[in-house]
């Protein structure tokens, strides 16, 4: 089990060697919106170091300071320090596919699209993508342990929560700005009074029988 209070690192990286991606997803959860999948490529040697004290699991930072940490990740991507991307798997594509197989979808997109081809991948979570084009290590709690992992981490809910901002505009009503997608009470209040959205993912049970209980 690891100590509470871990702050991530370039051990796994520097073990492995090369250039090596770190990869994961926001929204697996959410009942709308698409699930978007990072992928990070950190230059240690030219990271900036107030940057490498602010990368972290995206999930133990406020949104503010999200914010502010993709911004510099986007400033030391354009001094070259480090490279990284988003990718998504729709919501047609959860309803086909799954949303696990959806998001290992998503998350091999990120990889195919970084401008290199990593050495290796190292995956938060406990499984690894087919299709990727490098090795891949799945690491449980990455997101907290690899500073590659943490970038790929902030990358993807900084993008995912502006994706759903801009759905709240799309289909109002729905609070999607502010709960990103997930049931919490209002949401379910507004699914309940408005009924589902193209943005809603039908395959999840509570949208779900709410379509069958007006039989759509």
Not at 55 to 80: H, P
Not at 91 to 110: F, G, H
Not at 146 to 173: C, H, T, Y
Request: charged letters at 20%.
């Amino acid at each position: 089990m690891m100590a509470t209070g871990t702050v991530p690192d370039f051990a796994l990286e520097a073990a492995l060697g090369g250039n090596v991606c770190g990869v994961d997803e926001a929204g697996r959860g959410p009942w709308a919106g698409p699930v978007v999948a990072g992928a990070a490529v950190i230059d240690i040697e030219y990271l900036p170091a107030a940057l490498r004290e602010r990368l972290d699991d995206s999930k133990k930072l406020t949104a503010k300071r999200r914010e502010q940490v993709f911004a510099m990740m986007e400033a030391a991507a354009a001094d070259g320090a480090m490279h990284f991307t988003i990718a998504e798997a729709s919501v047609a594509e959860i309803d086909a596919l799954n949303i696990l197989r959806a998001t290992m979808l998503a998350m091999t997109r990120a990889v195919a699209a970084l401008p290199l081809v990593p050495d290796h991948a190292l995956i938060d979570g406990n499984r690894v993508p087919e299709g990727l084009p490098c090795p891949g290590r799945s690491v449980i709690g990455g997101d907290a342990r690899s500073l590659s992992i943490a970038a790929a981490s902030i990358a993807a809910k900084v993008s995912r929560d502006r994706m759903m901002a801009a759905l709240d505009a799309e289909f109002p009503g729905y609070g999607f700005a502010r709960h990103a997608g997930y049931g919490t009470p209002d949401h379910q209040a507004a699914l309940a009074r408005l009924g589902p959205s193209p943005a809603h993912r039908r395959s999840f049970a509570p949208v779900r029988r709410l379509l069958d209980a007006h039989n759509i």
